[in-house]
């Protein structure tokens, strides 16, 4: 029966509001869902649940009365093919509330409830034609080269759940197909809110711009399974969702990445619908088009091999042991107490993993053991994590997160300011520059450690103050022989810490860790910073046998912290800092810039109450509505004092200035404040509690800014106060 006028009409708006509705829902949900990753607070379970109904409510209603109520054939299936489409959008967006860490526990259950909806549909199980498996590995082609794979486990179900969805989304257009035009479109917005229902958040936002444009080809060949399959194990396999992500959108990172991938997959679903179309469905013999199949596989393969990231790269667990070292009665000098505490570390990690280690030598399971926290890094999907736990001697097994590689290296993050031929703002407020010219201290004799991005050795403001030899830089994530850095912060950090103009403690030396790759981290890499910074190693060297206790720098500056997305939990690093603190290394940290929460301080190690916390003020000597707020998670009354964290000027790759702000920023004027008290007097040097008390005892008055909540206590805000780094110097040298 031919549709009337009005019907048709009616078509035409349902198939626009349903993809108005479902481009709008799901760009903005996961936009809030970044603002949410972003501010460091959790995405609730129910969230994407919620938006994946909504949507499927608003299209589903108004495709249900098109499926009904219009006489014509061809309008009635498409509201049909909607309809399916919303269902499943629906159905499948409920999975997004398994955690985006368990990406194989979410792909398992994608694949289930994907054929479960197929096999519901009771059509024919749909045929597979060579042109559609051709033009299938064709979508796969940008992927190659821009994506990498994840574990094992991880791409097989990922194959499979395309596989899955594939077969579902040929089920649901099944009946819908008529001329190629008109065809296309009602099957491309059926494609879309397939597309929008699969894949973790941003993972589906890719897939929304591949699979709809594969409409047109789909109603030539009037086959939708092996292209849509195919085309869905991009987004699925070659991404890591947690990957498509704000925390990456500088520079070419993963979301640039796959922007480019799926707009490359947009152009060859063109190209295969005018290809298709004018072929009318391809129909030739079928030797020619297996000839043009393998062609597609084999171009395919040599992508992937020449251009892309061949190998796979899944998470790898974190496994903490139950047994913690006893660092108790530990006395003497600085570097005697270093030292005393790493032995006992090494000999206690030791004895306590060796059970634990011949298990995983036996099954061949690569892993990476460590002393400062007593825990062991591993290979390993669900099975082995489960096998994990239930051992007597594990306490827990968290994810450690993993980056997959790109393709391509991403440009170095440069400053525009020029150098400065005075201390900025920050320096004097603190009174450094009092310190250096009257006092004559500028921090000679200490060494600062930073844990970051990495450092630009060779900047003018920093190049003088390296410590040198075969054991100040490590980089764990690259092996790189020099210090390097390309995003910029660890640079600027130091820089604010001891560099030359623009740094607290100019005189000071430092060594540095790469700690940090693509603004990234994960409990395994933030330990070899910190077992580096505790006994130093030369490059290669094994830590637990070659490090060298008595080269530790006296104090550590870290502008990071480590949330739940990365693997940690609240007590993943506080082994780590109990051994600082029985070894008389201060170790400073940024409070987080999860502002203006309150009890926002939570992500290691800021809440701990053996680390000096460090809050941010603006140059009005205002707590900075950025700035993390107390109590922190564990209880400590967090921050312990605050410093200038607002527009900082500092050294940036290349030997250029730039002006940042955060928590990060304020946290080395601190780390540069304790380096001149303990140049100033070398007895305090390894004394923490006296130089913490002197610390405080000297700070100024911090404000909270009009209408601010203090949270309970203005010392959640401000701590003790703002530091003054000619008081605390002075109050330095008089407590010989």
């Known amino acids: 029966m031919r549709s009337s006028p009005g019907s048709v009409v009616a078509a035409v708006l349902v198939g626009l509001w349903a993809v108005g509705v479902t481009v709008v829902t799901q760009a903005v949900g996961w936009l809030i869902d970044q603002v949410l990753v972003v501010s460091g607070l959790a995405t609730p379970a129910w969230m994407w649940p919620f938006i994946g109904v909504l949507n499927a409510l608003l299209v589903g209603v108004p495709a249900a009365l098109l499926a009904t109520i219009p006489q014509g054939t061809a309008v009635r299936s498409a509201g049909r093919a909607w309809l399916l489409g919303a269902a499943a959008l629906g159905g499948l967006g409920l999975l997004r509330a398994i955690p985006m860490a ?182 030739l013999r079928r030797s020619i088009a297996a000839v043009a199949t393998v062609v597609v596989a084999l171009a395919g393969g040599a992508v992937y091999i020449g251009l892309g990231q061949p190998g796979l790269y899944g998470e790898r667990l974190f496994v903490v042991m139950k047994s913690r070292a006893d660092l108790s009665g530990i006395t003497g000098t600085r570097d005697a107490r270093v030292t005393e505490v790493h032995r006992r570390l090494v000999a206690h990690a030791e004895q306590t993993q060796a059970d634990l280690r011949s298990d995983l030598k036996r099954w061949h399971l690569d892993y990476t053991p460590y002393y400062l926290v007593n825990a062991v890094e591993v290979d390993g999907g669900p099975a082995v994590r489960r096998w994990l736990s239930r051992r007597g001697d594990v306490d827990r097994v968290l994810l450690s997160q993993q980056l997959r590689p790109l393709p391509a290296e991403q440009g ?80 600027h950090t130091l820089g604010s810490a001891v560099g030359r103009t623009v740094g607290v403690a100019p005189g000071a030396q430092w060594v540095a860790c790469a700690n940090l790759d693509r603004n990234l981290g994960n409990p395994a ?67 987080g810039n999860t502002g203006p929460y309150c009890e926002s301080i939570d992500d290691p ?61 304020a946290t080395p004027h601190v780390a540069g404040v304790v380096a001149l008290m303990w140049s100033a007097n070398p007895a305090l040097v390894g004394d923490l509690t006296r130089t913490r008390q002197i610390l405080r005892d000297t700070a100024t008055d911090a404000s909270l800014g009009d209408g601010t909540d203090d949270c309970g206590n203005p010392a959640n805000l401000t701590g003790a106060g703002l530091v003054d780094a000619y008081a605390a110097v002075r109050a330095a040298q008089a407590a010989r």
Request: charge should be negative.
């Open 102 to 283: 368990q990406n194989e526990m979410y792909l398992a259950a994608l694949t289930l409830l994907a054929l479960v909806g197929a096999v519901a549909l009771r059509r024919p199980r749909p045929e597979v034609s060579l042109p559609a498996v051709a033009g299938g590995l064709a979508m796969l082609l940008p992927w190659f080269w821009t994506g990498a794979l994840g574990g094992a486990l991880e791409t097989t179900v990922a194959v499979a759940a395309a596989a899955a969805v594939g077969w579902f989304a040929a089920n649901a257009v099944d009946g819908a197909y008529q001329s190629v035009f008109v065809s296309g479109l009602v099957v491309g917005v059926a494609l879309l809110l397939v597309a929008a229902g699969h894949g973790q958040s941003g993972a589906q936002l890719a897939a929304m711009l591949v699979l709809p444009p594969l409409g047109f080809a789909a109603a030539a060949l009037r086959q939708a399974w092996a292209l849509v399959a195919l085309a869905a194990v991009g987004p699925l396999g070659f991404v890591d969702p947690e990957e498509i992500s704000l925390l990456l959108s500088t520079g070419r990172d993963q979301p640039v990445w796959s922007l480019i991938a799926a707009a490359c997959s947009l152009a060859i679903a063109v190209l295969l619908a005018i290809l298709y179309a004018s072929t009318r469905g391809l129909r």
């Open 412 to 491: 170095v993050h440069h400053g525009d300011d020029a150098a400065p031929t005075t201390p900025p703002w920050n320096i004097t407020m603190l009174g450094a520059d009092r310190v250096w010219s009257q006092l004559g201290v500028t921090g000679s004799g200490v060494v600062v450690g930073t844990s970051d991005s990495g450092v630009d050795g060779q900047h003018p403001a920093l190049s003088g103050g390296y410590r040198g030899g075969d054991d100040s830089w490590f980089d764990p994530w690259n092996g790189s022989r020099t210090p390097n850095d390309r995003a910029g912060h660890g640079t």
């Open 525 to 591: 890499r933030y330990l070899d910073c910190l077992q580096f910074m505790l006994a130093p190693f030369p490059l290669g060297g094994d830590p637990f046998a070659d490090g060298r206790p008595e080269r530790a720098p006296h104090v550590l500056t870290n502008s990071w912290g480590c949330p739940p997305i990365e693997g940690c939990d609240t007590g993943a690093l506080s082994a780590a800092t109990a051994a600082f603190e029985a070894a008389g290394v201060f170790f400073v940290a940024a409070a």
């Open 605 to 665: 190690p800021a809440p701990y109450a053996d680390v000096l916390t460090v809050g941010a003020v603006d140059e009005d000597r205002a707590v900075t509505d950025f700035s993390s707020r107390g109590p922190a998670s564990t209880g400590a009354s967090k921050p312990d004092v605050v410093a200038p964290g607002n527009d900082v000027l500092s050294a940036m790759p290349g030997g250029g200035y730039a002006r940042q702000s955060g928590t990060s920023m």
